[in-house]
């Protein structure tokens, strides 16, 4: 889950992900990683699948969370999770594909906040790159909402020169595509760009390095999602960090 940047190694030329396509990482993981696997045990910074789903389900969010990281990718979140990003951040978690129970709430508590950032990630995809136009109506959400989309974009794949393959987007997903790309500002992509998503072309999330992942993560919390202080409890830290929270006790005789 998290050694996907192998794949990247079985090409030595970067120039040719311009303009070669690399097998999906679903059949990635059955053809080379498992096989391999099964003989010699997990490869590093990878987790089995049965504890992965876990560590999802068992995450308790916060009441109050500072911003929801939205994804149709479990391994995204997961990814998130094992590295403590959203215990770290006080983060709300959401699968956008068959939420759980906990997760519905959390939808339900940000339709009644809009000030709460929605983070979204993405495979670099004509579906993907449809999802912060298609989510509002999804979740019922009003203008007020802030989507933030995180990508990846077809730019992210191409600067990071990362892999793709070929996936056919279903007809009414490419004519709202095509439709939203025929106004004026209505998606943030280029021509080059929107030209690659027509063609079917698609990059998976999971290529970007965990690392980078959880980089993305955090300067988007720290861009849109600042922790709020009260004025009165940092009064009250500063004055505990220099001694001033009770008054002198009487000396005894």
């Given at each position: 889950?998290?050694?996907?940047?192998?794949?990247?190694?079985?090409?030595?030329?970067?120039?040719?992900?311009?303009?070669?396509?690399?097998?999906?990482?679903?059949?990635?993981?059955?053809?080379?990683?498992?096989?391999?696997?099964?003989?010699?045990?997990?490869?590093?910074?990878?987790?089995?699948?049965?504890?992965?789903?876990?560590?999802?389900?068992?995450?308790?969010?916060?009441?109050?969370?500072?911003?929801?990281?939205?994804?149709?990718?479990?391994?995204?979140?997961?990814?998130?999770?094992?590295?403590?990003?959203?215990?770290?951040?006080?983060l709300?978690?959401?699968?956008?594909?068959?939420?759980?129970?906990?997760?519905?709430?959390l939808?339900?508590?940000?339709?009644?906040?809009?000030?709460?950032?929605?983070?979204?990630?993405?495979?670099?995809?004509?579906?993907?790159?449809?999802?912060?136009?298609?989510?509002?109506?999804?979740?019922?959400?009003?203008?007020d909402?802030?989507?933030?989309?995180?990508?990846?974009?077809?730019?992210?794949?191409?600067?990071?020169?990362?892999?793709?393959?070929?996936?056919?987007?279903?007809?009414?997903?490419?004519?709202?595509?095509?439709?939203?790309?025929?106004?004026?500002?209505?998606?943030?992509?280029?021509?080059?760009e929107?030209?690659?998503?027509?063609?079917?072309?698609?990059?998976?999330?999971?290529?970007?390095?965990?690392?980078?992942?959880?980089?993305?993560?955090?300067?988007?919390?720290?861009?849109?999602?600042?922790?709020?202080?009260?004025?009165?409890?940092?009064?009250?830290?500063?004055?505990?960090?220099?001694?001033?929270?009770?008054?002198p006790?009487?000396?005894?005789?």
């Amino acid at each position: 889950m998290f050694m996907i940047m192998f794949m990247k190694k079985l090409i030595s030329d970067p120039s040719v992900l311009n303009r070669a396509r690399i097998p999906d990482v679903a059949s990635f993981e059955a053809k080379t990683i498992e096989p391999w696997e099964r003989i010699h045990g997990l490869l590093p910074g990878r987790i089995e699948s049965v504890t992965a789903q876990q560590v999802l389900v068992n995450y308790v969010p916060p009441k109050q969370a500072r911003a929801l990281v939205v994804s149709p990718i479990d391994d995204i979140l997961i990814c998130l999770l094992a590295n403590g990003l959203p215990q770290r951040f006080d983060l709300g978690i959401v699968r956008l594909n068959r939420p759980l129970p906990f997760q519905e709430r959390l939808i339900d508590w940000v339709r009644r906040n809009p000030q709460v950032p929605i983070l979204l990630i993405h495979d670099a995809s004509l579906a993907g790159c449809l999802l912060p136009h298609l989510l509002p109506a999804q979740w019922g959400l009003t203008s007020d909402h802030r989507i933030i989309d995180l990508g990846l974009r077809p730019r992210d794949a191409r600067d990071r020169q990362l892999p793709w393959t070929y996936a056919k987007a279903p007809p009414a997903l490419a004519r709202i595509f095509d439709k939203l790309a025929g106004q004026a500002g209505k998606v943030d992509l280029d021509q080059d760009e929107i030209k690659w998503l027509r063609a079917g072309s698609v990059t998976s999330a999971l290529y970007l390095p965990p690392v980078q992942l959880l980089r993305l993560v955090t300067q988007a919390v720290a861009q849109h999602a600042p922790q709020v202080v009260d004025p009165e409890a940092e009064a009250q830290a500063q004055a505990r960090a220099v001694g001033f929270m009770t008054w002198p006790q009487p000396v005894a005789r």
